[in-house]
């Protein structure tokens, strides 16, 4: 038995006793306890304020679990453990570049993905997040979010097996495997809930259900609705199960119940089996959704970050080679408590979507104008430093204009009117507009409009526009400046516009989010060699950011992003403070030339102007100001 003097809090002397004996076979198991000790503080006080009673319990059953999972990692990943631990900030690198695909629609199955491995190296990507493929409900499955299996794959794509040997071959090529878990909802189909429809009362309990419509409707004067047009209201009449249960998103997909520590054990147990299989990042879906409380919008509540806290201490002490990244689409106010702030601190997800970064750069691109974004970027709460944020321009989902009324006032603009501006410039219906997007969930209630489109179709490239490209670009390079890991959607590395054809497809008609999901043939990968073509443009542009920011110190994760007062509306600055000295990224977000003042280069401490990006020296013009070009982007060191 491992001694008192042991990092950590006090661990209890019985806990600790039933895992030794449990692992009491097990060569390596000293590394396990040590773990333990470490992890066991974050684990309680996740625990405690979710589960009151029987916290004791609880962590019993989740120590004997975490202890098996131990015991059955193999040792290729378990040293992937030790090497992740001897360099904990690998994921904040700026050689750290995503990209996110299903996987179907990248390489048909995933022993197709396996053999684009030299594409996705060509273009520096060392993350690749492959969407839903665990096995969904068949039929509509909300592009894979309803999932009846967490221990199984889409039997299109290949096995369990499959994606342990895909997980291999991308480890050997320094590529991290990153997969969904949907942490909300489940399938109507999931055994958790034909067990509950069956009458088995403790799987009933893994879900919110109501013998009438008394509270349901008490919920709902709170409650927004994520999919209005097809998917009204949050609770369903199920004729099986003899009452209503509470769907967020969709009737055929159940919320479940985390009150319940049943389903938390559950779900460790299935973040144990992906870790397991390799994967080295899971997206935590819908995690804002999780607790529900009534008189609130359900988002966003302490419980989720205690939770989360809890996992994340499992996983530190079985698999720490694992992230969590929080899929938490929320308003700015909001988004860096999935970081962790306050007693969360550093202690729930390394990773979390910068949502208002790429809302705001649509927002730039479309007014030419960079005062909001200014605003809003500058008020963000500091992430933690041992996290990252995932910055993107494009993702799988439409887009929501997240506005904050008060950003928009602070700028002299109505939120309302400029959320509506931009719906109008991004479905095409602005005068002189070359964006082609389209218009998904509009709310007549709201006027919220949300759009669909490939970043090429949204900045032009499919309206044949002189700038597509140069926006495009400049919008990654804004991505790849800020911080954190950059990913790019499957795609838009080579300037693919709509699908025309999204509706063809059966299941998709209804949901036009499919026309900015493409299918990459070769022929399409073939058009990557074409400087003529704008798909060689974009992607040898997208190669270049990628290897010049690898090369780049000042663009570590753990060093956070400022926003100085702007010298141009039509110039976006960016100040990272490394210790090896400043970095100023400019992004010039118009058609036209635009200064910044060369004097304020040496007030910000950068004496000898550099462009790292562009790996070349800068000068002053005659007036003494740097003129940038239509969306040129600078990282001046």
């Not at 989360?308 to 079985?318: E, N």
């Not at 002299?412 to 389209?438: M, N």
Request: net charge negative; charged share 20%; hydrophobic share 45%.
């Amino acid at each position: 038995m491992l001694s008192s003097q042991q990092p950590g809090g006090a661990l209890e002397a019985t806990l600790l006793a039933a895992v030794e004996s449990r692992l009491a076979d097990c060569p390596d198991r000293e590394l396990f306890l040590l773990r333990l000790h470490r992890w066991w503080p974050d684990l309680r006080d996740g625990l405690a304020p979710v589960y009151p009673s029987g916290v004791e319990d609880l962590a019993l059953r989740l120590l004997l679990l975490a202890a098996d999972a131990y015991a059955g990692r193999e040792a290729e990943l378990k040293r992937l453990d030790l090497i992740r631990g001897l360099e904990p900030d690998w994921f904040q690198q700026p050689a750290m570049m995503g990209y996110a695909a299903y996987a179907d629609r990248f390489a048909g199955t995933l022993a197709g993905v396996a053999d684009r491995v030299d594409y996705l190296r060509e273009l520096g990507v060392t993350y690749l997040h492959l969407m839903p493929l665990l096995r969904p409900r068949e039929g509509d499955s909300d592009g894979g979010y309803a999932v009846a299996d967490y221990r199984d794959i889409r039997p299109d794509l290949g096995t369990v097996e499959d994606l342990r040997e895909l997980a291999r071959t991308l480890r050997g090529a320094g590529i991290s495997l990153v997969l969904d878990l949907v942490l909300n909802h489940v399938a109507r189909e999931h055994p958790w809930a034909q067990a509950a429809r069956a009458g088995e009362a403790s799987y009933r309990a893994y879900f919110h259900t109501f013998a009438d419509r008394e509270l349901p409707d008490a919920y709902e004067q709170a409650l927004p609705e994520v999919f209005p047009d097809f998917a009204p209201g949050n609770f369903s009449w199920d004729d099986e199960l003899r009452a209503w249960v509470w769907t967020t998103f969709n009737d055929f997909q159940w919320d479940v119940n985390w009150s319940n520590p049943d389903v938390f054990v559950e779900y460790a147990d299935i973040l144990f089996f992906l870790a397991n299989a390799g994967v080295e990042v899971v997206r935590l879906d819908a995690i804002a959704f999780l607790w529900k409380r009534l008189g609130t919008d359900c988002q966003n509540q302490a419980e989720v970050h205690a939770i989360t806290q809890a996992l994340h201490a499992l996983t530190r002490i079985v698999c720490p080679a694992l992230l969590f990244k929080a899929e938490a689409i929320v308003g700015p106010a909001d988004l860096v408590h999935y970081l962790g702030q306050g007693p969360h601190y550093g202690k729930v997800s390394d990773l979390a979507y910068h949502n208002s970064l790429m809302v705001q750069t649509w927002s730039m691109l479309a007014a030419g104008d960079a005062r909001l974004a200014a605003h809003a970027l500058g008020h963000l709460p500091p992430a933690p430093s041992t996290t990252a944020w995932i910055s993107y321009v494009r993702g799988h989902d439409d887009i929501g204009w997240a506005i904050d009324d008060g950003d928009a006032a602070a700028v002299g603009l109505s939120g309302h009117a400029h959320r509506a501006f931009l719906s109008d410039y991004y479905c095409g219906r602005f005068p002189g507009g070359a964006a082609r997007g389209l218009v998904f969930q509009a709310n007549p209630a709201t006027g919220d409009r949300r759009i669909s489109g490939t970043s090429a179709s949204l900045a032009g490239i499919e309206a044949g526009d002189a700038h597509g490209v140069a926006r495009v670009l400049l919008a990654h390079a804004l991505a790849f400046g800020w911080g954190g890991i950059p990913v790019i959607w499957s795609g838009d590395e080579l300037a693919m516009v709509n699908d025309p054809h999204w509706a063809a497809e059966p299941g998709h008609a209804g949901d036009n989010r499919w026309t900015h999901r493409p299918r990459l043939t070769e022929a399409d990968l073939a058009r990557r060699a074409d400087p003529a073509d704008p798909a060689g443009q974009v992607f040898a542009g997208l190669r270049a950011l990628a290897r010049a920011r690898a090369r780049i110190p000042h663009l570590d994760a753990s060093v956070g992003s400022e926003i100085p007062p702007l010298a141009d509306p039509g110039v976006l600055p960016v100040l990272r403070r490394h210790p090896l000295g400043p970095l100023l990224g400019l992004y010039n977000v118009t058609a036209g030339w635009r200064p910044f003042p060369w004097w304020r280069l040496a007030e910000l401490g950068i004496a000898e102007p550099w462009d790292a990006r562009a790996d070349t020296g800068v000068k002053p013009g005659e007036d003494g100001n740097l003129w940038l070009a239509p969306y040129q982007a600078c990282w001046i060191v």
